[in-house]
């Protein structure tokens, strides 16, 4: 059969795609750089409106869920032409200071790709894509190191150099957590941490 005239790598080196002879064997998923932060809140809106007004950062975009009196859930603010350094997740566990993920930059949507595939060869879940976010507009994947907390990697995304830009309100029907509006986010992404 064509499967058996692949060529047999040692065990370490199999892929646990069946038609790959071997897995990959570059120098891991390649991060670049810290791409933002998104920390927990009780009040996003409260938030990001105090590092806009204290602290002069730029607030770009958030979610509403239009069912529950627009209630806020997602707020980004960026001290420079990215979409976001810093993000705001609603958390209503009376716990302040929780971190929701930290987000890493790889150059090209295709490397997040590569990434999924890398992290599933390597032994870990996938929590949330590869896809792209309405929001921000950038390609991402979500998972779990081995101590649990959540890593994103993420490609892309919009450039603004517009001074007077106005936060833009989405909501999740729009697409703002996948573009292509084609995938719920987990509810497993509104864990914070520690737990």
Request: hydrophobic letters at 35%.
């Amino acid at each position: 059969s064509l499967h058996d005239a692949l060529p047999i790598s040692p065990p370490e080196l199999r892929s646990t795609y069946p038609a790959r002879p071997q897995r990959f064997t570059g120098r891991g998923v390649a991060l670049r750089q810290i791409d933002h932060v998104t920390v927990a809140t009780y009040d996003v809106m409260r938030d990001a409106q105090w590092y806009r007004d204290t602290l002069n950062v730029r607030f770009t975009e958030y979610t509403v869920i239009p069912e529950h009196n627009d209630l806020v859930v997602f707020g980004l603010n960026t001290t420079n032409e990215k979409s976001h350094d810093l993000g705001f997740v609603l958390d209503f566990s009376g716990m302040p200071g929780r971190a929701n993920h930290i987000a890493f930059f790889v150059p090209e949507r295709a490397d997040v790709q590569r990434a999924a595939e890398f992290l599933l060869e390597a032994g870990l879940s996938l929590e949330y894509g590869p896809s792209t976010h309405g929001i921000g507009e950038q390609c991402f994947l979500y998972f779990r190191e081995p101590g649990g907390f959540r890593i994103e990697l993420n490609a892309s995304g919009y450039r603004n150099y517009v001074p007077d830009w106005q936060p833009v309100k989405w909501t999740p029907a729009q697409g703002s957590a996948s573009m292509f509006r084609n995938s719920a986010m987990p509810d497993s992404m509104t864990a914070s941490f520690p737990p």
